[in-house]
C-alpha cells in the first residue's frame, strides 16, 4: 500500500493535489505534512478531512527529526513536495525565508527518504513540484522547453532552481526515484490573495485599486489549477524516472490584458455597469528584476502521456470568479487571518 506524504497540502495547489489523491486512490494513505504558514488553510480541505485515507500533520519541512519521525510513523513509501514560500514579492522583501524552506527543507526531506529508504529505491519516488520561473525571462519570441537553460532572477526563483538542482543530485549520486515538474502561473479555487488573478477579484469585490506593475505588458501562461492537478497525479504514476516535464496552460496574457478580462467578467457577474471596475485600474512601481515574459512548451508531457489544459482560459476564469463570490466566507476569513485558528478548533481542541 502506498503512503505518501504530500508537502504543502494545506496550500493553493497542494490543496488540491491532496483532494485528488484522497478521492481517486481509496487504495493509498495520503499523508498532509504542512507547516501552516500564512500561506497554509485547512479550510481548503474540510470536504476531505475525515475520509478514512487521509492523516494531517503539522509539521516543518526544515525539522529533519520531525519528518524522519512521520516517516517512521507511517511507512511513508513516496513523496509529492509542493511546500515552499511562493510569492515572489515576499521573496524580494525577505529572502532567507526563501533559502530556509525552499532549499534547506527540500534537503532535508531528500536526506530523510535517502536514511529511510535505504540503498533500495525501488517502488519509492521523490516527486519534486517546481516553476518556470527557474529558466528566467523570454523575449517576444520562444517557449521554455525541458532543455531551456537555468537562469532565475528573483530569490524566489534562484531558491526554487537551487531545490531542483539537489532533487537532481540526489538523482545522480545516490540513484533516488526523482522526477521534477516545471509549471506555469496557476489559478483557481483557494488562490492565496496576494497574487495578482485572486487579489483583482478581491479588490473588484470591495472597489479597491487594482495594483499593476509597472507598464502592465509583462506577460504570464496561466494554467487552472485543476489541470495542474491532474498533470501531477499523471506524472506520480507514468512519469519517466529521473526526467524533468514542463506543464503549461498554451495561454499567454499580458497582466493588463488579464485584468481588463476581469473587471469585464466581474462586471457582468456583479451587475456592475460596464466598465466600472476597470476605473480602479492603478498604475504602480514595478517589481524589481521583474522578468517580462514566461511561456511554457508543454509538448513533452502532451506527446508522451497525452496531458492537455482540460478548460478553457475563459472557463477556468469565469468558474474562479463564480468560486470566489460563492465563498464569501473563505475570503473573509483569510482577509481577516481568522482562516489561522481553524486547525486549533479542527485538531488540537479534538
Ligand atoms: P502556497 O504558498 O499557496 O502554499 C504553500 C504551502 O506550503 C502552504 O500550505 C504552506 O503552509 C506550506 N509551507 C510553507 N513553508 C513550509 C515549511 N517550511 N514546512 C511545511 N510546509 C510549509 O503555494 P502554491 O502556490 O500552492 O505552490 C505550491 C508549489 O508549487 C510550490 O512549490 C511552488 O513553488 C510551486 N508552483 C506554484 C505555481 C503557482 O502559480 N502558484 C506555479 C508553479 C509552481
Ligand atoms: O510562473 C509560476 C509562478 O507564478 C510560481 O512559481 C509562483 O509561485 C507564483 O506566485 C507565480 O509567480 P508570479 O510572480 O508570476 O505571480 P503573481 O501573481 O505574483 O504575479 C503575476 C504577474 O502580475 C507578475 O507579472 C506581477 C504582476 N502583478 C502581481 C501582483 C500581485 C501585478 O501587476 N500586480 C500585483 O498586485
Known amino acids: 500500500m502506498k503512503k505518501i506524504i504530500i508537502t504543502g497540502g494545506a496550500g493553493f495547489i497542494g490543496s488540491h493535489v491532496v483532494r485528488r489523491f484522497v478521492n481517486r486512490y481509496p487504495q493509498y494513505l495520503i499523508i498532509n505534512v504542512d507547516a501552516l504558514t500564512y500561506a497554509g488553510n485547512l479550510e481548503n480541505l474540510v470536504d476531505i478531512e475525515d475520509k478514512p485515507n487521509y492523516v494531517f500533520e503539522k509539521a516543518d519541512i526544515k525539522d529533519k527529526t520531525t ?49 529511510k529508504w535505504k540503498a533500495d ?7 519534486h513540484i ?4 527557474v529558466y528566467g525571462a523570454l523575449g517576444d519570441e520562444g517557449l521554455f522547453t525541458e532543455e531551456t537553460r537555468y537562469d532565475p532572477h528573483s530569490p524566489y526563483s534562484a531558491s526554487k532552481a537551487a531545490s531542483d538542482h539537489f532533487v537532481r543530485a540526489y538523482y545522480d549520486t545516490y540513484g533516488i526515484k526523482t522526477i521534477i515538474s516545471n509549471c506555469s502561473n496557476n489559478y483557481g479555487p483557494n488562490h492565496f490573495p496576494e497574487k495578482l488573478i485572486p487579489l483583482s477579484i478581491n479588490n473588484i469585490i470591495n472597489n479597491k485599486p487594482l495594483p499593476v506593475y ?25 512519469g519517466k524516472i529521473g526526467d524533468t516535464y514542463n506543464i503549461g496552460g498554451f495561454n499567454e496574457w ?16 456583479l451587475g456592475r455597469e460596464p466598465g466600472t471596475s476597470q476605473q480602479l485600474i492603478t498604475y504602480v512601481k514595478d517589481r524589481p528584476g521583474h522578468d517580462r515574459r514566461y511561456a511554457i512548451d508543454a509538448g513533452k ?3 508522451e502521456l497525452g496531458w492537455k489544459p482540460s478548460v478553457t482560459f475563459e472557463e477556468g476564469l469565469s468558474a474562479t470568479i463564480d468560486w470566489f463570490l460563492n465563498n464569501k466566507t473563505w475570503l473573509n476569513n483569510v482577509t481577516s487571518g481568522a482562516y489561522a485558528s481553524y486547525y486549533d478548533h479542527q485538531y488540537e481542541n479534538r
Not at 121 to 127: M, R
Not at 217 to 238: N, P, S
Not at 254 to 269: F, T, Y
Open 130 to 133: 517546481s516553476t518556470d520561473e
Open 301 to 303: 508531457i502532451n506527446k
Open 214 to 238: 509597472g507598464d502592465g505588458k509583462y506577460t504570464r501562461d496561466w494554467l487552472y489549477v485543476k489541470d495542474h492537478a491532474i498533470a501531477i497525479d499523471l506524472l506520480f504514476h507514468e
Open 121 to 127: 529505491y525501488t517502488g519509492h519516488l521523490f516527486y
Open 67 to 115: 519528518i524522519s519521525a512521520i516517516f517512521d510513523k507511517y511507512g511513508v513509501t513516496d513523496i509529492v513536495h509542493l511546500a515552499a514560500e511562493s510569492h515572489v514579492d515576499r521573496s524580494i522583501l525577505s529572502p532567507m525565508d526563501f533559502v530556509y524552506t525552499n532549499v534547506i527543507g527540500t534537503v532535508n526531506l531528500l536526506e530523510v527518504a535517502k536514511e
Open 254 to 269: 499580458k497582466n493588463i490584458d488579464l485584468v481588463m478580462l476581469l473587471c469585464k467578467q466581474m462586471d457582468e457577474k
